[in-house]
């Protein structure tokens, strides 16, 4: 009974938590966010679905990329990964604070990922493009 009880109050963190992400209030989303991992760490895996937790953590990089805490979004995004390595969301946000920071072929890595679990991804596939192109525009600046 204990255990229904904890998943009911995750599954409750969980959903406050993306109504305070779509509702654009960050400091409380990331903190749900926070907390949700937690139990979800302490609890075990069998209180959540890795598809949750991954979706948690990337969220909550999402929050810390807008703060341009690129390093701890980077983190979380590693760890969604971890936690469902098929999800390709948390490729594509790595990807992206990758390519921003100039690590071209890291972010091409991430992209390609990104592509072979979902071929339709459209904004990854142009990255794709983009890091490639940028990639070979340093190359040929730098003698």
Not at 9 to 31: I, K, N, P, V, W
Not at 107 to 121: C, G, H, I, Q, Y
Request: glycine residues 2%.
């Amino acid at each position: 009974m204990a255990q229904v009880a904890s998943a009911e109050a995750a599954q409750d963190l969980l959903s406050a938590a993306h109504t305070q992400f779509q509702e654009r209030r960050f400091e409380r989303a990331e903190e749900l966010y926070s907390r949700f991992v937690q139990h979800c760490t302490c609890a075990g895996l069998s209180q959540c679905s890795s598809r949750d937790l991954a979706t948690a953590l990337n969220n909550r990089g999402q929050i810390k990329y807008l703060r341009v805490d690129f390093y701890e979004a980077m983190d979380d995004y590693t760890a969604a990964i971890e936690a469902q390595p098929d999800f390709e969301v948390p490729y594509y946000n790595r990807g992206l604070i990758l390519y921003r920071l100039g690590h071209f072929d890291e972010a091409r890595t991430d992209f390609e990922k990104v592509l072979e679990l979902n071929p339709s991804f459209e904004d990854a596939s142009l990255s794709l493009k983009q890091t490639i192109r940028d990639k070979e525009e340093k190359q040929r600046r730098t003698y």
